[in-house]
Protein backbone atom coordinates (compact mmCIF):
# COMPACT_ATOMS: atom_id res chain seq x y z
CA UNK A 1 0.00 0.00 0.00
CA UNK A 2 0.81 3.19 -0.76
CA UNK A 3 2.07 6.29 2.36
CA UNK A 4 0.68 9.46 2.94
CA UNK A 5 2.20 10.85 6.25
CA UNK A 6 1.58 14.26 7.71
CA UNK A 7 3.07 15.96 10.19
CA UNK A 8 2.16 19.51 11.99
CA UNK A 9 4.98 21.96 12.49
CA UNK A 10 4.46 25.29 14.22
CA UNK A 11 6.95 27.73 13.54
CA UNK A 12 5.33 30.29 15.64
CA UNK A 13 2.81 31.33 17.99
CA UNK A 14 0.19 32.13 15.30
CA UNK A 15 0.82 30.01 12.50
CA UNK A 16 0.99 26.44 11.65
CA UNK A 17 2.21 24.34 8.46
CA UNK A 18 0.85 21.01 7.31
CA UNK A 19 3.23 19.25 5.97
CA UNK A 20 2.57 15.78 3.44
CA UNK A 21 4.93 13.61 2.66
CA UNK A 22 4.54 10.99 0.14
CA UNK A 23 5.69 7.50 -0.06
CA UNK A 24 8.98 8.50 1.52
CA UNK A 25 9.52 11.12 -0.31
CA UNK A 26 11.56 13.78 1.74
CA UNK A 27 10.17 16.91 0.47
CA UNK A 28 6.92 17.63 1.62
CA UNK A 29 4.03 19.56 -0.03
CA UNK A 30 3.31 22.85 2.55
CA UNK A 31 -0.26 24.30 3.98
CA UNK A 32 -0.12 27.37 5.74
CA UNK A 33 -2.80 27.98 7.88
CA UNK A 34 -3.63 30.44 11.37
CA UNK A 35 -3.17 29.06 14.59
CA UNK A 36 -7.33 30.25 15.18
CA UNK A 37 -8.28 28.09 12.14
CA UNK A 38 -6.11 24.68 13.42
CA UNK A 39 -7.41 24.81 16.31
CA UNK A 40 -11.04 25.91 15.75
CA UNK A 41 -11.29 22.66 12.93
CA UNK A 42 -9.99 20.55 15.74
CA UNK A 43 -12.38 21.69 18.31
CA UNK A 44 -15.76 21.60 16.16
CA UNK A 45 -14.78 18.37 14.70
CA UNK A 46 -14.15 16.86 18.24
CA UNK A 47 -17.89 18.71 19.07
CA UNK A 48 -19.15 16.44 16.27
CA UNK A 49 -17.77 13.17 16.63
CA UNK A 50 -18.90 12.82 20.41
CA UNK A 51 -22.54 14.06 19.74
CA UNK A 52 -22.36 10.79 17.87
CA UNK A 53 -24.39 11.72 15.00
CA UNK A 54 -23.73 12.85 11.49
CA UNK A 55 -21.23 10.48 11.10
CA UNK A 56 -21.03 10.75 7.09
CA UNK A 57 -21.40 14.80 7.19
CA UNK A 58 -17.85 14.65 9.48
CA UNK A 59 -16.35 12.12 7.10
CA UNK A 60 -17.09 14.63 4.32
CA UNK A 61 -15.91 17.70 6.30
CA UNK A 62 -13.07 15.79 7.06
CA UNK A 63 -12.17 14.72 3.32
CA UNK A 64 -12.98 18.32 1.97
CA UNK A 65 -10.47 20.26 4.81
CA UNK A 66 -7.93 17.23 4.47
CA UNK A 67 -7.63 17.45 0.50
CA UNK A 68 -7.93 21.16 0.39
CA UNK A 69 -7.44 23.20 -2.32
CA UNK A 70 -4.18 21.48 -3.34
CA UNK A 71 -6.22 17.80 -3.90
CA UNK A 72 -3.79 16.24 -1.60
CA UNK A 73 -6.25 12.69 -1.29
CA UNK A 74 -6.79 13.27 -4.83
CA UNK A 75 -4.14 10.23 -5.31
CA UNK A 76 -4.53 9.06 -2.15
CA UNK A 77 -7.66 7.86 -1.30
CA UNK A 78 -7.03 4.32 -2.06
CA UNK A 79 -4.76 1.69 -1.46
CA UNK A 80 -3.32 4.20 1.07
CA UNK A 81 -2.20 3.98 4.95
CA UNK A 82 -2.60 7.78 6.15
CA UNK A 83 -0.20 8.19 8.43
CA UNK A 84 -0.73 10.97 11.60
CA UNK A 85 1.44 12.44 13.94
CA UNK A 86 0.33 12.66 17.13
CA UNK A 87 2.05 14.96 18.24
CA UNK A 88 -0.71 17.50 17.72
CA UNK A 89 -4.20 17.20 18.58
CA UNK A 90 -5.06 16.72 14.67
CA UNK A 91 -4.15 13.26 15.22
CA UNK A 92 -6.73 12.52 17.43
CA UNK A 93 -9.48 13.43 15.23
CA UNK A 94 -11.81 10.72 13.47
CA UNK A 95 -9.71 10.18 10.18
CA UNK A 96 -11.49 6.90 9.93
CA UNK A 97 -14.74 8.57 8.98
CA UNK A 98 -13.26 10.01 5.80
CA UNK A 99 -15.75 10.28 3.35
CA UNK A 100 -15.44 11.21 -0.57
CA UNK A 101 -19.36 9.58 -1.48
CA UNK A 102 -18.14 6.24 0.51
CA UNK A 103 -16.16 6.00 3.72
CA UNK A 104 -12.85 4.97 2.52
CA UNK A 105 -12.01 2.73 5.60
CA UNK A 106 -15.02 0.99 4.47
CA UNK A 107 -14.24 0.44 0.71
CA UNK A 108 -14.05 -3.73 0.75
CA UNK A 109 -11.96 -3.46 -3.05
CA UNK A 110 -9.33 -0.72 -2.10
CA UNK A 111 -7.91 -0.38 1.12
CA UNK A 112 -7.45 2.30 3.14
CA UNK A 113 -6.70 2.71 6.86
CA UNK A 114 -5.17 5.59 8.97
CA UNK A 115 -2.20 5.22 10.97
CA UNK A 116 -1.46 7.49 14.14
CA UNK A 117 2.11 7.23 14.52
CA UNK A 118 3.58 7.69 17.72
CA UNK A 119 7.78 7.01 17.67
CA UNK A 120 10.49 7.10 15.03
CA UNK A 121 11.37 3.17 16.23
CA UNK A 122 11.76 0.38 13.66
CA UNK A 123 11.92 -3.02 14.09
CA UNK A 124 12.58 -5.46 12.28
CA UNK A 125 9.20 -6.81 10.89
CA UNK A 126 9.92 -10.65 8.94
CA UNK A 127 7.05 -12.82 8.43
CA UNK A 128 7.37 -16.31 10.55
CA UNK A 129 7.05 -19.28 8.85
CA UNK A 130 4.90 -20.98 11.53
CA UNK A 131 1.15 -20.52 12.20
CA UNK A 132 0.42 -16.78 14.13
CA UNK A 133 1.18 -17.46 17.65
CA UNK A 134 -1.50 -15.67 19.69
CA UNK A 135 -1.48 -15.06 23.42
CA UNK A 136 -5.79 -14.51 24.27
CA UNK A 137 -6.29 -12.62 27.96
CA UNK A 138 -9.25 -11.74 29.37
CA UNK A 139 -10.02 -9.59 32.92
CA UNK A 140 -12.95 -9.93 34.53
CA UNK A 141 -12.42 -8.60 38.17
CA UNK A 142 -14.91 -8.84 41.02
CA UNK A 143 -17.62 -6.03 41.03
CA UNK A 144 -16.73 -4.31 37.66
CA UNK A 145 -20.27 -4.15 36.15
CA UNK A 146 -21.25 -5.38 33.82
CA UNK A 147 -19.42 -7.94 33.42
CA UNK A 148 -18.15 -8.89 29.88
CA UNK A 149 -18.84 -12.13 27.33
CA UNK A 150 -15.73 -12.08 26.96
CA UNK A 151 -16.49 -16.29 26.55
CA UNK A 152 -17.90 -14.84 23.07
CA UNK A 153 -14.90 -13.00 21.74
CA UNK A 154 -12.64 -15.87 23.06
CA UNK A 155 -15.26 -18.40 20.62
CA UNK A 156 -14.97 -16.30 17.89
CA UNK A 157 -10.97 -16.38 17.80
CA UNK A 158 -11.33 -20.26 18.67
CA UNK A 159 -13.76 -20.39 15.70
CA UNK A 160 -11.03 -18.24 13.66
CA UNK A 161 -8.53 -20.87 14.51
CA UNK A 162 -10.71 -23.54 12.96
CA UNK A 163 -10.70 -21.38 9.58
CA UNK A 164 -6.78 -20.03 9.66
CA UNK A 165 -3.81 -20.93 11.00
CA UNK A 166 -3.42 -19.98 14.53
CA UNK A 167 -1.80 -21.12 17.89
CA UNK A 168 -3.88 -20.07 20.37
CA UNK A 169 -3.05 -19.69 23.92
CA UNK A 170 -5.56 -18.40 26.87
CA UNK A 171 -4.13 -17.09 29.75
CA UNK A 172 -6.32 -17.81 32.33
CA UNK A 173 -5.23 -14.85 35.41
CA UNK A 174 -6.52 -12.10 34.02
CA UNK A 175 -3.24 -10.49 35.86
CA UNK A 176 0.09 -8.41 34.77
CA UNK A 177 1.89 -10.82 36.79
CA UNK A 178 0.45 -13.76 34.97
CA UNK A 179 0.60 -12.30 31.85
CA UNK A 180 4.36 -11.50 33.11
CA UNK A 181 4.70 -14.98 33.77
CA UNK A 182 3.12 -16.13 30.50
CA UNK A 183 5.24 -13.90 28.43
CA UNK A 184 8.97 -15.39 30.47
CA UNK A 185 7.89 -19.32 29.18
CA UNK A 186 10.01 -20.62 26.25
CA UNK A 187 13.22 -19.64 24.27
CA UNK A 188 14.22 -16.11 23.89
CA UNK A 189 12.88 -15.97 20.18
CA UNK A 190 9.93 -17.81 20.74
CA UNK A 191 7.68 -15.09 20.73
CA UNK A 192 3.83 -14.55 20.30
CA UNK A 193 2.80 -12.15 17.21
CA UNK A 194 -0.11 -11.09 19.00
CA UNK A 195 -1.24 -10.17 22.71
CA UNK A 196 -4.72 -9.88 22.88
CA UNK A 197 -6.41 -8.27 26.35
CA UNK A 198 -9.90 -8.06 26.20
CA UNK A 199 -11.82 -6.38 29.29
CA UNK A 200 -12.77 -2.98 30.80
CA UNK A 201 -10.73 -0.06 30.48
CA UNK A 202 -11.48 3.56 31.32
CA UNK A 203 -10.14 6.91 32.38
CA UNK A 204 -9.79 7.41 35.99
CA UNK A 205 -8.68 11.05 37.20
CA UNK A 206 -7.69 11.49 33.90
CA UNK A 207 -5.53 8.59 33.44
CA UNK A 208 -5.96 5.86 30.88
CA UNK A 209 -6.19 2.68 32.57
CA UNK A 210 -7.27 -0.93 31.87
CA UNK A 211 -8.96 -2.73 34.56
CA UNK A 212 -6.76 -5.94 35.06
CA UNK A 213 -7.57 -8.40 38.50
CA UNK A 214 -4.80 -9.05 40.98
CA UNK A 215 -3.43 -12.05 42.54
CA UNK A 216 -7.26 -12.52 44.39
CA UNK A 217 -9.36 -11.56 41.26
CA UNK A 218 -9.76 -7.94 42.76
CA UNK A 219 -9.46 -4.75 40.41
CA UNK A 220 -6.63 -3.43 39.60
CA UNK A 221 -6.68 -0.03 37.53
CA UNK A 222 -3.50 -0.54 35.49
CA UNK A 223 -2.03 2.39 33.48
CA UNK A 224 0.82 2.43 30.49
CA UNK A 225 3.61 3.39 32.39
CA UNK A 226 2.76 -0.11 34.64
CA UNK A 227 2.53 -2.36 31.14
CA UNK A 228 5.41 -1.19 29.58
CA UNK A 229 7.60 -1.86 32.02
CA UNK A 230 6.34 -5.33 32.18
CA UNK A 231 7.08 -5.92 28.67
CA UNK A 232 10.04 -3.69 28.89
CA UNK A 233 11.32 -6.35 32.26
CA UNK A 234 10.41 -9.40 29.51
CA UNK A 235 12.07 -7.55 26.86
CA UNK A 236 9.34 -9.94 24.56
CA UNK A 237 7.27 -7.49 22.29
CA UNK A 238 4.42 -8.82 19.86
CA UNK A 239 4.31 -7.41 17.18
CA UNK A 240 0.52 -6.20 17.58
CA UNK A 241 -0.94 -5.56 21.01
CA UNK A 242 -4.82 -5.95 20.97
CA UNK A 243 -6.11 -3.71 23.90
CA UNK A 244 -9.95 -4.67 23.47
CA UNK A 245 -11.81 -2.71 25.90
CA UNK A 246 -13.87 0.73 25.99
CA UNK A 247 -11.82 4.59 25.73
CA UNK A 248 -7.77 2.36 24.75
CA UNK A 249 -7.72 4.91 21.97
CA UNK A 250 -8.73 8.01 23.90
CA UNK A 251 -6.27 10.29 25.04
CA UNK A 252 -7.46 11.73 28.40
CA UNK A 253 -8.16 15.09 28.91
CA UNK A 254 -5.14 15.96 31.19
CA UNK A 255 -3.33 15.92 27.93
CA UNK A 256 -1.85 12.18 28.37
CA UNK A 257 -1.97 10.09 25.89
CA UNK A 258 -4.38 7.13 25.31
CA UNK A 259 -2.90 3.76 26.33
CA UNK A 260 -2.75 2.55 22.62
CA UNK A 261 -0.24 5.94 22.07
CA UNK A 262 1.71 5.22 25.64
CA UNK A 263 2.49 1.74 24.16
CA UNK A 264 3.70 2.40 21.44
CA UNK A 265 5.62 4.82 22.72
CA UNK A 266 7.13 2.32 25.17
CA UNK A 267 8.24 -0.06 22.48
CA UNK A 268 5.10 -1.90 21.05
CA UNK A 269 5.44 -1.63 17.35
CA UNK A 270 1.52 -1.81 16.28
CA UNK A 271 -1.79 -1.54 18.89
CA UNK A 272 -5.26 -1.45 18.06
CA UNK A 273 -7.91 0.11 20.37
CA UNK A 274 -11.43 1.99 20.88
CA UNK A 275 -11.83 5.38 20.45
CA UNK A 276 -14.74 4.98 22.41
CA UNK A 277 -17.22 2.61 24.58
CA UNK A 278 -18.12 -0.76 22.01
CA UNK A 279 -20.37 -3.29 22.65
CA UNK A 280 -19.24 -7.18 23.08
CA UNK A 281 -20.34 -8.39 19.79
CA UNK A 282 -18.64 -5.64 18.09
CA UNK A 283 -15.33 -6.49 19.52
CA UNK A 284 -15.98 -10.11 18.91
CA UNK A 285 -16.12 -9.61 15.58
CA UNK A 286 -13.41 -7.46 14.88
CA UNK A 287 -11.24 -10.57 16.76
CA UNK A 288 -12.04 -13.14 14.65
CA UNK A 289 -12.35 -10.86 11.46
CA UNK A 290 -8.75 -9.51 12.09
CA UNK A 291 -7.09 -12.93 13.47
CA UNK A 292 -8.42 -14.91 10.34
CA UNK A 293 -6.76 -12.62 8.37
CA UNK A 294 -3.56 -12.27 9.57
CA UNK A 295 -3.41 -15.83 10.30
CA UNK A 296 -3.87 -16.45 6.25
CA UNK A 297 -0.74 -13.98 5.20
CA UNK A 298 -2.39 -10.84 5.22
CA UNK A 299 -0.09 -7.32 5.82
CA UNK A 300 -1.30 -5.89 9.27
CA UNK A 301 -2.39 -2.76 7.24
CA UNK A 302 -4.43 -5.03 4.98
CA UNK A 303 -6.25 -7.13 7.57
CA UNK A 304 -7.07 -3.83 9.69
CA UNK A 305 -9.17 -2.74 6.73
CA UNK A 306 -10.70 -5.87 6.65
CA UNK A 307 -11.42 -5.57 10.08
CA UNK A 308 -13.19 -2.81 9.32
CA UNK A 309 -14.92 -3.20 6.05
CA UNK A 310 -16.68 -6.75 8.21
CA UNK A 311 -17.84 -4.33 10.99
CA UNK A 312 -19.26 -1.91 8.36
CA UNK A 313 -21.22 -4.73 6.15
CA UNK A 314 -22.39 -6.20 9.82
CA UNK A 315 -23.26 -3.14 10.84
CA UNK A 316 -25.44 -1.78 7.73
CA UNK A 317 -27.60 -4.63 8.46
CA UNK A 318 -28.00 -4.05 11.88
CA UNK A 319 -29.16 -0.67 11.23
CA UNK A 320 -32.16 -2.06 8.56
CA UNK A 321 -33.60 -3.55 11.55
CA UNK A 322 -33.14 -0.49 14.07
CA UNK A 323 -32.23 2.88 12.41
CA UNK A 324 -31.38 4.35 15.89
CA UNK A 325 -28.61 1.77 15.96
CA UNK A 326 -25.29 3.93 16.32
CA UNK A 327 -22.19 2.18 14.26
CA UNK A 328 -18.95 2.16 16.03
CA UNK A 329 -16.79 0.24 13.06
CA UNK A 330 -14.95 3.83 12.86
CA UNK A 331 -14.04 3.79 16.46
CA UNK A 332 -11.12 0.46 15.94
CA UNK A 333 -8.13 2.61 15.58
CA UNK A 334 -4.46 1.60 14.68
CA UNK A 335 -1.12 3.04 16.68
CA UNK A 336 2.26 2.35 15.35
CA UNK A 337 5.53 3.89 14.97
CA UNK A 338 8.00 3.00 12.09
CA UNK A 339 8.13 -0.77 11.83
CA UNK A 340 6.54 -1.85 8.38
CA UNK A 341 2.73 -3.13 8.73
CA UNK A 342 3.93 -6.39 7.03
CA UNK A 343 2.60 -10.06 7.07
CA UNK A 344 3.38 -11.38 10.88
CA UNK A 345 3.33 -15.07 9.13
Known amino acids: ?????????????????????TDGNPTPQTRELSASELDGFIARSQAHYHRGLGLEQLGKELFAWLDGAEGVLQAYSKDTVLAIDTLHPLGELAWEL???????????????????????????AEAKNRPLRLLFMASSPQNVLPVLQFEQEEGRIL??????????????????????????YGAADDLFDVIHITGHADIVDGVPVFLLEDELGRKQA????????????????PRLLFLSGCKTAQA?????????????DAGVPAVLGWAQPVNDA????????????LADGSGLERAVCYTRHALYRHEQSLMQINPFYQPQWHLLRLYGDHTPLTPLV
Not at 1 to 17: A, E, G, H
Not at 173 to 181: A, P, V
Not at 252 to 264: D, G, M, N, R, Y
Open 1 to 21: MQSLRITVFKPNTDRYQLRFF
Open 98 to 124: LHNGRFLCADQIHAFTPLRQVATTHKA
Open 159 to 184: DATRKSNIELVVEESGSLSGLSERLS
Open 222 to 237: TDAAAIAEMFNEQGRF
Open 252 to 264: SELALPSLCAALV
Open 282 to 293: IASLAAEALYQR
